[in-house]
């Protein structure tokens, strides 16, 4: 661990560290803090806009990590996203800031401008393209010149998808070309369940989903060369996976596409077309997923529509997500496989000429996404920027995680984590 700056007191805060997955967060950080000692020892606090509600946060995680001394030994900071000033307390006290403050469309842009002004590091778990690409439209530029780092959806939203296809190009011997992804999510006998600020996010998302054409229009980019890119239907049946499939809908394609414009541009590598799909299971899922969809697509296109969805999600989203989130039980009976089906050109064959000659199946297997992977992936993204951070490209600037951890030990981190990267004989 480098050394703290007299000025900067603190390694990493995490910022809402009230929040439902804060805590998590908090637990996770506590934990790898506890593992260092002496003069690499990770110093540490948490913020939020209430002081009792962080003591309280912090006596739950004493007992739950038999960790007394937390209660104890854990500074406190207060800041608000609507108080300017507290922000820039806050950012002026750690070299790297943990956002866990969403929905990021609403209250992630004080924290990205308070980072940049006042010299701190900035992490968070976002899975919000629009406000993921309207950072880097905005907000490259100063952070370059003021060599801040602004690295958005470090959780699960994209880290398994971003890394694992830098995963998957460094074990292909060649020029790997396209690659699909396919989630499959394991349950309990209680199922799976969300947090109510994911729904959320969802909902003002998919609501405003033509800012988002209007947003990437600005940045005027030209197309990325197409080399073997390969296209399927919207529902099909997965030989692959062996059941019905639908495209992924979160963050991971925004995520993936920004990181292969990135390793194109700066490092002339080829681009990887990239496709990404969630199995669902049976024709009775599908029926079901279809018709959820079209009432979700009508409600999100009115106001109303919207105070429905977002007051009640445990209905609307037939139990998949609720304001109370997942419970322990499920929390630690689900767990997450991302496979990666890859094609491309052998050492030695021109990929301008001919068809794919050569394929490599890769995976990326965890604890549960939502919140367990979410965190070890967050926090150990964030160790690495204090660590590596001369390993980070230009000295500063907003990037996706595979563009910023490109030349880092991150993958071999979380291998030694909950969240682990390997080849796999194609199915």
Known sequence: MEAVTPHRPYHLIVFGATGFTGQFVVDEVARYAAETAGDSALKWAVAGRSRQRLEAALERAAGRLSMPELRTDTEIIVADVSDEESLAIMCQQ?????????????????????????????????????????????YHTKALDRGVYVIGSCGFDSIPADLGILYTQRQFRGTLTAVESFLQISSGSEGFCGHDTTWQSAVHGFADSSSLRRLRKKFGHKPLPVVGVKKRGYVFFSKEIEQYTIPFMGSDPSVVKRTQRFLYEEEHQSPVQYSAYIGVGGLFSIVKLFCGGLLFWFMVKFSLGRKLLTRFPSFFSF?????AGPTM?????????????????????DPSEGTPNAKICTQ???????????VSAVVQAAVTVLNEVHSLPRRGGVYTPGAAFYKTSLIDRLQNHSIKFSVRNWP
């Open 329 to 349: 039980k499920q929390i630690e009976d689900t767990c997450f496989s991302l496979t990666f089906f890859g094609e491309g050109y052998s050492e030695g064959t």
């Open 94 to 138: 750690g070299v790297v800031i943990l956002n866990c403050v969403g929905p990021y469309r609403f209250h992630g842009e004080p924290v990205v401008k308070a980072c940049i002004e006042n010299g701190a590091h900035y992490v968070d778990i976002c899975g919000e393209p629009q406000f993921l690409e309207r950072m880097q439209l905005e």
């Open 364 to 374: 990326v297997i965890g604890a549960e996404p939502g919140y367990v992977a979410t």
């Open 319 to 323: 139990g998949l997500f609720s304001k």
